[in-house]
């Protein structure tokens, strides 16, 4: 079993696109899992047709405090790093649940035993099949402070299923946070989505930073490749010591294959497949 | 009973700020016998932090034993704080010391709900 992240730091560049495909083509000969860790805005169903259904709540602690034992000390709010606990002088704490990441800090601290746990809901997890193709998508509830922890409760709610695949695709967000990280410190390979612009460069060579820094093998892709002068992306790959695997010229079929809400099928998919054998 | 305003400067000659998180000051007024009777201005720290900066700004509020709150707009989290602790928010705006007399007369608005989402006051109003 393998498992391989979709990145690429910047936004738009492509990654769900290649994420959608390399699973679609994959799974015509394997057990593939593709996971939607794009948790803000799943949407890996939509390209690929598949219905989902709702398996799971994502549950986070929340700090309950007992207005009985507490002696009003503000000991909760001060260690509270969120400042999702505001604490005024002669009263009781007051917890902004919204806005806690339930790191129990607040249970710790207390010196009279006043805080237990209850939970709140932060968001959900949906499978859905095609064939050999099985997609699981976290779905972070808005507003949520910390995306990471639903990342994190997807992989639990995988960990028992992994044997059961030949390939796991992680399909992560945009950006170089806590919840691409989240994704980046359990897969064996990376591959980096970029496009030749100075903004598809600049997150590229954060993200090839990122994928170093945890100790993970990545690979470049280029997207829409003959939209600029891809000059500026091979410095980078240079600098990196990494080569572009596969480039992707720009395309009215794919556009409109993702359009339509199709996987889009190209001969790059296949370079990327046979690095992961 | 004392109220907080934000306020963009020290006195009661500046403006109510439109912004309530990321006001630059709280004026203090203490109003006894529908005359004001003491006045104090606070610097707001809360307008350096990235973000939750209407929690701590409610809470420095609440930590004046401040009774209401006058501003033209309330974000959702200090919203939850002050409602959480009873204490009410008026709508105002223009001079502070206008302000403060419409309120002694009754004729400020309540805001009962947040008049905006997270953030906002990061942005110029």
Redesign the interface.
């Known amino acids: 079993m393998k498992k391989i992240a979709i990145t690429g730091g910047k936004g738009g560049t492509g990654k769900s696109t290649i994420a959608t495909a390399l699973a679609f083509e994959l799974a015509k000969k394997n057990k593939v899992l593709l996971i939607d860790a794009d948790v803000d805005c799943p949407n890996d169903d939509l390209i690929l047709g598949i219905k989902t259904k709702k398996v799971k709540d994502v549950e986070n602690m929340i700090p309950k405090i007992d207005p009985e034992k507490c002696i009003k000390c503000g000991r909760c ?1 001060e260690v509270c790093r ?3 606990i ?4 002669g ?1 009781n704490p ?1 917890l ?1 649940s ?2 806690c990441t339930g790191c129990k800090a607040c249970k710790i601290a207390c010196p009279v035993g006043a805080i237990s746990e209850s939970k709140q809901k932060i968001g959900e997890i949906f499978i859905g099949k095609r064939n050999n193709l099985h997609l699981i998508s976290g779905k972070m509830k808005p ?1 949520v402070e910390e995306s990471s922890l639903i990342v994190n409760a997807v992989k639990k709610y995988i960990k028992q299923k992994e044997k059961n695949y030949d390939y796991i695709i992680f399909d992560t967000a945009a950006g170089t946070h806590c919840p691409v990280i989240a994704v980046l410190l359990d897969v064996d390979l990376g591959i980096a989505v970029t496009e030749p612009t100075p903004l598809g460069n600049h997150d590229l060579d954060l993200i090839l930073k990122l994928m170093k820094s945890i100790g993970i093998k990545s690979h470049i892709v280029l997207n829409r490749s003959d939209i600029a002068d891809k000059a500026i992306i091979i410095k980078t790959a240079k600098k990196h010591k990494i080569k572009i695997l596969a480039e992707i010229p720009y395309s009215k079929q794919i556009e409109k294959d993702y359009s339509a809400g199709r996987p889009i099928g190209h001969p790059a998919i296949q370079k990327i497949i046979g690095i992961l054998k | 009973m004392k109220i907080a305003i934000s306020s963009t400067g020290k006195t009661l000659e500046d403006n109510v700020d439109v912004k309530f998180g990321r006001c630059l000051y709280f004026v203090i007024v203490e109003i006894e016998n529908k005359e004001i009777k003491e006045i104090k201005a606070i610097e707001n720290i809360a307008i350096e932090q990235a973000g ?1 900066a209407g ?2 700004a ?2 420095l509020v ?2 004046q034993k401040v009774e209401a709150v006058i501003s033209k707009n309330l974000g ?2 200090a919203h ?2 002050f409602s ?2 009873s204490i009410k928010v008026y709508q105002g705006e223009g001079k502070i010391s206008e302000a403060v007399q419409q309120f002694i007369k009754g004729e400020l608005i309540e805001l009962s709900e947040p008049t905006g989402p ?1 953030h906002r006051g990061m942005e110029k109003l």
């Open positions: 709010s969120e400042h999702a505001v604490f005024v002088k009263k007051i902004i919204d806005q507003g | 939750g929690i701590t409610a809470e609440a930590n959702p989290r939850d704080v959480q602790l997270q």
